[in-house]
């Protein structure tokens, strides 16, 4: 189940989630989503609301409907390495503004990234 935040509306959330899912090879290519009201049920939401962010994905062409036989992740493998390559862009741009935010020169956030390395 998602932790949902109040300042985004729970479609948008649902969305991301699932995306990231898809884009993190949690949900695998071609895997076969369950159903509207399964998946609604499992994130405590509308079915409504979960069928919207369902038809987003399917907009996003990240899921397809099979007539009878339910909603699938997308095969094609390049489409979903170009959404994890701009959710990783989203993310490093994020963290180079947050990092410049508290005093950081590019120059001393990758030195940083650096030291840190692997240390997690």
């Given at each position: 189940?998602?932790?949902?935040?109040?300042?985004?509306?729970?479609?948008?959330?649902?969305?991301?989630?699932?995306?990231?899912?898809?884009i993190s090879?949690?949900?695998?290519?071609?895997?076969?989503?369950?159903?509207?009201?399964?998946?609604?049920?499992?994130?405590?939401?509308n079915p409504?609301?979960m069928q919207?962010?369902?038809?987003?994905?399917?907009?996003?062409?990240?899921?397809?409907?099979?007539?009878?036989?339910?909603?699938?992740?997308?095969?094609?493998?390049?489409?979903?390495?170009?959404?994890?390559?701009?959710?990783?862009?989203?993310?490093?741009?994020?963290?180079?503004?947050?990092?410049?935010?508290?005093?950081?020169?590019?120059?001393?956030?990758?030195?940083?990234?650096?030291?840190?390395?692997?240390?997690?």
């Open positions: 189940m998602f932790k949902f935040d109040n300042n985004t509306p729970i479609y948008i959330q649902l969305v991301e989630q699932l995306k990231i899912n898809i090879g949690k949900i695998k290519s071609g895997e076969r989503l369950p159903s509207v009201r399964d998946l609604a049920i499992q994130n405590k939401v409504n609301t919207k962010a369902l038809i987003e994905l399917e907009e996003q062409n990240l899921i397809y409907t099979e007539r009878t036989n339910g909603k699938f992740v997308t095969e094609d493998t390049k489409l979903i390495e170009k959404y994890k390559k701009q959710y990783a862009d989203e993310l490093t741009k994020k963290y180079l503004s947050n990092m410049q935010e508290i005093g950081f020169e590019e120059s001393d956030t990758l030195n940083y990234l650096k030291q840190i390395g692997g240390n997690k």
